[in-house]
């Protein structure tokens, strides 16, 4: 049964350091991961997503890697803003050929001017 | 575009009641989801519909029922609602099943009293 798991499940960093948030997920046999922000009541926002062929996706100031052997995804966030803060999710497929999605709890992040 | 949109964004219901969630996409994608969030559990499919006409059940269906009514459109209902289904209810698509992007609303947030 594939599970996902974010460490840690929060964080804060001072404005402008670069930062790593990490995804964890037990079955490799994924064809592709996808990381969302989620603000304070709001819905989950597209960041990137991955497919099994890529190893990295990169959107801004934005970096997702996926090492699929290893079970790995990270978000890499650069220049660490405070409109960076928010909750950023990672999700994969249940299992190859599925619609059924597994999500991480998510990792809470706050960016301090 | 407006993307996902989903109505109400806000409701109270006494246990025993129904209601209708709905929800609306303009991207014609084919495939749409309902989830649900709740603290420290993450996101949990619900039901999912892989193309119009389909329906499926996800990871907790009990209590919940849907209908596809168009390429457009996917309503989830509680017939008799308890208070264990008080959460945020988030309505998402994507263009074809697990290949790609999720796209979110901005969700529901159901209090069953």
């Known amino acids: 049964k594939q599970e996902v798991t974010q460490i840690p499940a929060a964080l804060s960093v001072p404005e402008g350091e670069n930062l790593v948030l990490n995804c964890s997920f037990t079955?490799?046999?994924?064809?592709?991961l996808q990381w969302f922000r989620q603000d304070p009541g709001k819905g989950l926002t597209s960041l990137l997503l991955?497919?099994?062929?890529?190893r990295e996706q990169t959107s801004g100031r934005l970096n997702a890697s996926l090492d699929k052997s290893s079970g790995r995804s990270t978000l890499y966030i650069a220049a660490s803003q405070p409109g960076d803060s928010a909750t950023y999710l990672c999700?994969?497929?249940?299992?190859?050929?599925?619609?059924?999605?597994?999500f991480g709890t998510g990792t809470r992040l706050k960016v301090l001017a | 575009n407006a993307g996902v949109t989903q109505t109400p964004k806000f409701q109270v219901l006494k246990t025993g009641q129904s209601m209708t969630l709905q929800c609306a996409q303009d991207?014609?994608?084919?495939?749409m989801y309902w989830y649900r969030q709740d603290p420290g559990m993450g996101l949990r499919l619900i039901y999912y519909?892989?193309?119009?006409?389909?329906?499926d059940k996800g990871e907790v269906p009990n209590g919940y029922n849907v209908s596809r009514l168009n390429k457009r459109e996917f309503s989830l209902r509680l017939e008799s609602a308890a208070p264990s289904q008080t959460s945020v209810y988030f309505c998402?698509?994507?263009?074809?099943?697990?290949?790609?992007?999720?796209?979110f609303g901005p969700g529901t947030r159901l209090t069953v009293l």
């Open positions: 519909s892989a193309s119009e006409g389909t329906t």
């Open positions: 998402a698509s994507s263009d074809s099943g697990g290949y790609n992007e999720q796209f």
């Open positions: 999700a994969v497929p249940a299992r190859s050929g599925t619609y059924k999605y597994i």
């Open positions: 991955i497919q099994s062929s890529q």
């Open positions: 079955d490799s046999a994924i064809y592709n």
């Open positions: 991207m014609n994608h084919n495939s």
